[in-house]
């Protein structure tokens, strides 16, 4: 076992000064729901996947927990040694699963969570090598794409890459379509995704699950403000914005806005910006697929979908990708 922390060189906070001041001064404006998981948005997000409301983890963690020999099989079909490399790993509640039968089957791989939140990462490697003694595991901290680079250059094994929890609807189609591209550039021919889908449904089941009646998602929108307040030198005022959220069944979008509750200015370091009554914020989209949005997204992009993992009521999917 070992365990290491690959710091970025670049810094988080000013990156996230520049992403921020971006967002804030378009038109329309809109914020990167990357920057929802500090330590309190990690804890707002895990009380999120405990609501009865939210659906997504449930069904994901069903697949996981009876279907991680199937998934197992498949990643190891031609036996050779790989990386099995996990996109916002968070904390591992589902993948552990995946990677204890990976290590029942005497699987020769090593393990690389990536994450933007340091909080995460430390936490993984603090706890997972107490649940999993012969895991050897090394966290990267920072953007998907950095970090999937640095686990290039630190091993030539074959790649098996997870991206679970429906994180590719945190993007638009389109976006979803450059971000599978990208990822591709960075893979080798016969290297596998795993990517976790949350399917289309009834609308009403889908908007709910991100507008709870207990105001969790609520919360975990405006905890982004308050993170801004503290790290960025702002001083928005949490009461003058509200959350809203709204589901498209025919694009299959589901979107989170905060919106401005009168005309107002928020200072953030040296900068101002200014909001008029009613403004919205773009906060994050869940976007939803169907089985044939899938395949045609995996097509588009240079993967051939393999196999596809369902939970019980159909209500998501992960599906495995080879890259052609």
């Known amino acids: 076992m070992s365990t290491t922390t690959i710091e970025i060189s670049t810094s988080n906070k000013t990156q996230f000064l520049h992403e921020t001041l971006a967002g804030l001064q378009s038109e329309p404006k809109f914020m990167l729901s990357k920057y929802f998981y500090d330590a309190t948005g990690d804890r707002i997000f895990q009380q999120i996947m405990e609501m009865e409301e939210y659906y997504l983890t449930n069904?994901?963690?069903?697949?996981?927990?009876?279907?991680?020999?199937?998934?197992?099989?498949?990643?190891?079909?031609?036996?050779?040694?790989?990386?099995?490399?996990?996109?916002?790993?968070g904390d591992a509640t589902k993948s552990i699963h995946l990677l204890k039968s990976l290590l029942d089957a005497k699987m020769e791989f090593s393990y690389f969570p990536i994450d933007i939140s340091e909080h995460v990462i430390s936490d993984l490697e603090e706890n997972l090598p107490k649940k999993l003694p012969s895991l050897d595991i090394t966290g990267l901290n920072g953007d998907y794409f950095d970090m999937l680079q640095k686990a290039a250059e630190l091993s030539h094994r074959r790649k098996v890459v997870l991206f679970m929890g429906a994180n590719i609807g945190n993007m638009t189609v389109a976006d979803a379509e450059s971000f599978c591209l990208s990822l591709k550039q960075l893979l080798s021919p016969n290297d596998l995704v795993i990517i976790g889908f949350d399917l289309k449904k009834n609308p009403q089941q889908i908007l709910a699950a991100y507008n709870d009646k207990g105001g969790i998602t609520r919360s975990f929108n405006l905890n982004l403000l308050r993170r801004i307040n503290k790290e960025l030198d702002g001083d928005f005022n949490i009461d003058q914005f509200e959350h809203y959220a709204s589901y498209d069944p025919a694009s299959g979008a589901c979107k989170s806005y905060l919106i401005s509750l009168q005309n107002q200015i928020v200072n953030i370091g040296r900068q101002v910006i200014h909001f008029s009554e009613n403004e919205y914020i773009h906060m994050e989209i869940s976007q939803k697929y169907s089985l044939e949005d899938i395949n045609k997204l995996a097509a588009k992009t240079g993967f051939k979908p393999l196999q596809s993992f369902f939970d019980q009521k159909h209500y998501f999917v992960d599906a495995i990708w080879r890259v052609d």
Do not use: P, R, V
Request: hydrophobic residues 50%; charged residues 15%.
């Open 59 to 89: 069904a994901e963690m069903e697949i996981l927990q009876n279907q991680s020999a199937q998934l197992s099989q498949a990643i190891s079909a031609d036996g050779t040694a790989f990386d099995l490399i996990e996109l916002g790993a």
